[in-house]
């Protein structure tokens, strides 16, 4: 892989019900498998996936993780994840993301809803660290 | 092991917020966790945990369930899932469960709020069909 | 409405991670979130939402749920789900489903991986059963 | 109430099948819900329940998290949730968390696996932000 990989993806999701609380809203765990979903999305866009990356025994597990909720998200809402690759070291991956409402029911106009972070280490089948694949660094 | 395993058993657990959905109600995803802590914990009763079994190679897998609902369960409620062994072949495990509501703010009388029934086959690390272990048939 | 709403649709997803259990597999509670969303894609379908009915004071309720699994789904498989409305009485509204296999890394050919069946009723925003919407009755 | 409520809370919980992933460890979304049980716990521990005061039209939305983790929790494992008030003022509540593994099958020894805070904003039943009840500020 000559390329350089884009360090920077959109992927849309609609809200589940199952996502949703009884205040009527994304219950906050719902926003950290969409965040899984964006850099997975952004991985596949690499021409990977990390389902081959795990066959391959690599995996990223994730260190750490932060969110800011500034607006609730609703059921049926039309999301985007925007997903950001902030840095990448031999070691870490870190990636910053913004959950954007796109569509709802009756409004018009994008919302910034919440933004996030993570950061994720590389461990080989025996749940060792190990250096992460040169083509995922950038 | 020479004594009868247990054939019923009894699990409390309060429901979760994220358990629930928008109408404020338990989702209806959210039961078969619940059935499936009731079966794990009736074999930690026989003085095996499923943890252990997965270590040795046997693995349970779901091949049929069934829910019928009948009231709604609601967030903070203190339930009861009471576990059963139906019927237990050289393949298969069949259980039956009741979703019980024994305790609500501001109620009083405990109530069937579901039942559940499902089919275990056993299958190894390899995926293919095997005969149970001869102690879980009870 | 003077049409007749369709009876059938088809929805795809893709599997989460976080819907995949320790054997590598889709947890068998997550199809019933996926029938969830195929039954309510097939009303989008019909012209309306699943969130415009509940704000016009119009729940379904699921009242029996059942699942037969075939054969396994693994993470990162994209799956489609193939709902039918079976039965649409003036209290109760039957689906059946199929969940399709359609692509997987390194695998071609697509596989009915599970079958499934839900029955609905329809309550006001007081809990109390109601006679279904004409339009939805097909 | 003229006690002085408690501000630091443990509750246990067994780690469910369903919340762990194809690593065969808890996936990262699941330790938000264990956190909200945990400051949940410590709630009833003051002598109200949350669902109590979702029914006085008191809500509790959150506004920040973050977590770092720093050893695989698995499947089956006991685990403490260690809850703290750290800060509360008129309108925001903040809680830290210790994700303490306390029992595993053929280990000894506790460890903490995960540190994690929440900040959290009292709304109303129209979603306004409000004042946080006297007693809740300790």
């Not at 959109?10 to 019900?17: K, P, T």
């Amino acid at each position: 892989m000559t390329q350089t990989p884009p360090t920077e993806g959109v992927y849309q999701l609609r809200v589940r019900y199952v996502e949703c609380d009884p205040m009527g809203v994304a219950h906050h765990s719902s926003y950290l498998p969409w965040m899984e979903i964006g850099r997975t999305e952004l991985l596949r866009a690499v021409g990977a996936s990390y389902a081959e990356l795990e066959s391959a025994g690599v995996f990223l597990v994730i260190t750490k993780c932060a969110l800011k909720y500034r607006r609730p998200i609703k059921y049926d809402d039309l999301v985007e994840i925007r997903t950001k690759v902030d840095n990448a070291s031999k070691v870490k991956l870190n990636h910053s993301y913004e959950i954007v409402l796109v569509q709802r029911l009756g409004e018009t106009g994008e919302q910034v809803c919440a933004v996030g972070e993570t950061e994720l280490a590389c461990v080989g089948s025996d749940g060792k660290i190990q250096i992460l694949p040169e083509w995922l660094r950038g």
